[in-house]
């Protein structure tokens, strides 16, 4: 079975601290990767998509990726308590267009 | 990122009846469009894949007459949830690809009294 997997949290970060969020995958054929945000009673917002080796970065959000570890992070530096809000992890199994979704990490940023 | 938009945000109704959610890309083509439901603190589920032209993919345990959906264009899908009852009520949220990329609406909570 094909499974993306996620520290629940919660995670607590003090303000301008950096947050890692972490998340594996067990298929090895996976290509590209997706972090979302996703506020209390709001649907989820794509903030990252990665596709190689290495690190990705997009103002103060880092995406890193293993493919040989199965592993994909993302970084926030600098945390802001708007950054409260659980993250997913979300894979398309090689050749499958569905989205498959970690469980989520709930972030929050203590000011 | 792409737009994608939904209607109504928000439903009450009796149950029973029937309700129908629009899912909308504004500022792009959507060959393929998903719909998902999410229960409180619950992560995503997805239901079913919407594909212009064709009958939707439902996923495993997802009944077809309860929740119908049709992708009559390139830029709508819809969503009817016949019969709703209490258990029913959830926040449906539905998504569009682009290339390689999802897109979320902003969801629809529905309330069945």
Redesign the interface.
């Known amino acids: 079975q094909k499974e993306v997997e996620q520290n629940s949290g919660p995670l607590s970060v003090p303000e301008g601290a950096i947050a890692s969020l972490n998340c594996t995958y067990s298929d090895r054929g996976s290509q ?1 990767f ?1 972090w ?1 945000r996703q506020y209390s009673g ?5 903030i990252m ?1 990665i ?1 190689s080796n290495g690190d990705k970065e997009d103002g103060r959000f880092t995406a890193q990726l293993n493919k040989a570890s199965q592993y994909v992070s993302l970084l926030i530096r600098d945390s802001q308590p708007s950054d409260s809000a659980t993250y ?1 992890c ?1 894979v ?1 199994y090689f050749g499958n ?3 498959t ?4 990490t709930r972030l929050t940023i203590i000011p | 990122g792409a737009v994608v938009s939904q209607h109504p945000s928000r439903v009450i109704c009796k149950s029973g009846t029937s309700v129908k959610i629009e899912c909308r890309s504004l500022d792009f083509q959507a060959t393929t469009m998903f719909w998902y439901r999410q229960f409180p603190k619950q992560s995503l589920m997805l239901m079913a894949t919407s594909n212009e032209g064709s009958k939707a993919t439902y996923e495993q345990g997802v009944e077809k007459d309860k929740f119908l959906i049709n992708h009559a264009s390139l830029t709508l899908s819809t969503l009817t949830v016949t019969s709703a009852h209490p258990e029913d009520s959830s926040f449906y949220i539905c998504s569009a690809r682009v290339i390689n990329e999802q897109f979320f609406g902003p969801g629809t909570r529905l309330t069945v009294l």
């Open positions: 590209s997706f979302y709001k649907s989820p917002e794509l998509s596709y997913l979300a398309p267009e569905k989205l979704f970690g469980t989520g």
